[in-house]
């Protein structure tokens, strides 16, 4: 997630150092999506972050629950002074782990590891075809933009995409 720069940034700023880019695919590197099932390890972040979403009271079944929530929780990570805030990547997780929930509950998607070109990635993946949704991508790159308001327009398009299969 660090490795697109703050587009607010201002000069009293510190500098900070900016990650190697992404991998780039190679000539070795699966075409399509590779899927397998969970492991142990994804199966307890996955029930880690609908406890987390639980606590705050997040309803994973109701998108415009889990949109609110979202959207409550950058408006008070924001509220934050930058130099005082602690870092976002809790909360990406949270929201990327309900909203895969969500998909999981009401589609045919279900939770698994997907390698691609780029890497191996919790994410979902549709039984019949190489339908692939990695939440944590929809969060994050929102999260780094600052969006909110997009959960249930987003995430119910996923719905309604999935329920014409």
């Known amino acids: 997630m660090a490795w697109f720069p703050r587009?607010?940034?201002?000069?009293?700023e510190p500098s900070r150092s900016v990650p190697a880019p992404p991998p780039v695919?190679?000539?070795d590197a699966p075409l399509r999506p590779i899927i397998r099932r969970p492991g142990v390890e994804e199966q307890q972040r996955i029930a880690t972050g609908r406890r987390e979403l639980e606590a705050e009271g997040v309803d994973i079944d109701d998108l415009a629950a889990l949109g609110a929530g979202y959207d409550a929780a950058m408006s008070r990570w924001l509220g934050?002074?930058?130099r005082r805030r602690e870092g976002h990547e809790l909360i990406v997780e949270r929201y990327a782990v309900g909203i895969g929930e969500h998909l999981a509950r009401h589609t045919d998607l279900s939770w698994a590891l997907v390698t691609d070109a780029f890497g191996t990635d919790l994410g979902l993946?549709?039984?019949?075809?190489?339908?692939?949704v990695v939440p944590s991508n929809l969060v994050a790159s929102r999260w780094l933009n600052e969006e909110?308001?997009?959960?249930?327009g987003v995430v119910g398009h996923l719905v309604r995409?999935?329920?014409s299969r």
């Open 125 to 132: 993946a549709g039984g019949k075809d190489e339908f692939v």
């Open 161 to 163: 995409l999935r329920a």
């Open 80 to 82: 934050v002074s930058k």
């Open 7 to 12: 587009k607010d940034k201002t000069a009293d």
């Open 25 to 27: 695919a190679t000539d």
């Open 148 to 152: 909110s308001g997009w959960v249930p």
